[in-house]
């Protein structure tokens, strides 16, 4: 199995840049794709940015030109780079992956970590 653990959230004012990290854990024999995902008090899990094994990546369009997802493939986690936050970039933002392990190809999450954009 795969656990993530998600790092470099908290309270960030307007236009500031935090990282976020996300460490995997575990066995498996392939990971095929990376993402983070956010989720705001009564909305749905929304896409923020994925990244393939291929160094593919996809972003949603309200993060384009200001969010960058990376990953390490020696050492593992994937990174989001947050540029020029705004205040509707708050929420629980959330480490996916899709990996392929001795139980078959399955999605794991991170427990998420709070960004909150106030100044």
């Known amino acids: 199995q795969v656990q993530l653990v998600e790092s470099g959230g908290g309270l960030v004012q307007p236009g500031g840049s935090p990282r976020l990290s996300c460490a995997a854990s575990?066995?498996?024999?392939?990971?095929?794709?990376m993402g983070w995902y956010r989720q705001t008090p009564g909305k749905k899990r929304e896409l923020v940015a994925t990244?393939?094994?291929?160094?593919?990546?996809n972003y949603a369009d309200s993060v384009k030109g200001r969010f960058t997802i990376s990953r390490d493939n020696a050492k593992n986690p994937v990174y989001l780079q947050m540029n020029s936050l705004k205040p509707e970039d708050t929420a629980v933002y959330y480490c996916?992956?899709?990996?392929?392990?001795?139980?078959?190809?399955?999605?794991?999450w991170g427990q998420g970590t709070q960004v909150t954009v106030s100044s």
């Open positions: 996916n992956t899709r990996a392929f392990t001795s139980s078959g190809m399955g999605d794991y």
């Open positions: 990244i393939t094994s291929g160094e593919s990546t």
């Open positions: 575990g066995s498996w024999f392939r990971i095929t794709a």
